[in-house]
Nanobody, 111 residues
Framework: QVQLAESGGGLVQAGGSLRLSCTLS???????PLWWYRQAPGKQREMVA????????NYADSVKGRFTISRDIARNTVYLQMDMLKPGDTAVYYC?????WGQGTQVTVSS
């Protein structure tokens, strides 16, 4: 069974950067795209970025030019590099692949 584990969240000031990691176990990249989602308090979960088995990427308009999704196949890990962070990026960030979701990691951006 595929398991996903996020890490790298924390508290950062506006304009700062964080890098989130999502490590995959019990499966391999390639069969499905891997997605990063986020959910802010009182809001619906929304897609942030995705990367396909072939390495194609896609981003929500709200993060284009600030966030970068990448992967290290040897480490079974997908990263979300988040730069120029804004208070509106505050949320719990989740990785998702197939039917599996990680437990989430909290990102808080202070103004």
């Amino acid at each position: 069974q595929v398991q996903l584990a996020e890490s790298g969240g924390g508290l950062v000031q506006a304009g700062g950067s964080l890098r989130l990691s999502c490590t995959l176990s019990g499966g391999t990249f390639g069969a499905y795209p891997l997605w990063w989602y986020r959910q802010a308090p009182g809001k619906q979960r929304e897609m942030v970025a995705s990367i396909t088995g072939g390495g194609d990427t896609n981003y929500a308009d709200s993060v284009k030019g600030r966030f970068t999704i990448s992967r290290d196949i040897a480490r079974n890990t997908v990263y979300l590099q988040m730069d120029m962070l804004k208070p509106g990026d505050t949320a719990v960030y989740y990785c998702h692949m197939g039917a599996s979701w990680g437990q989430g990691t909290q990102v808080t951006v202070s103004s």
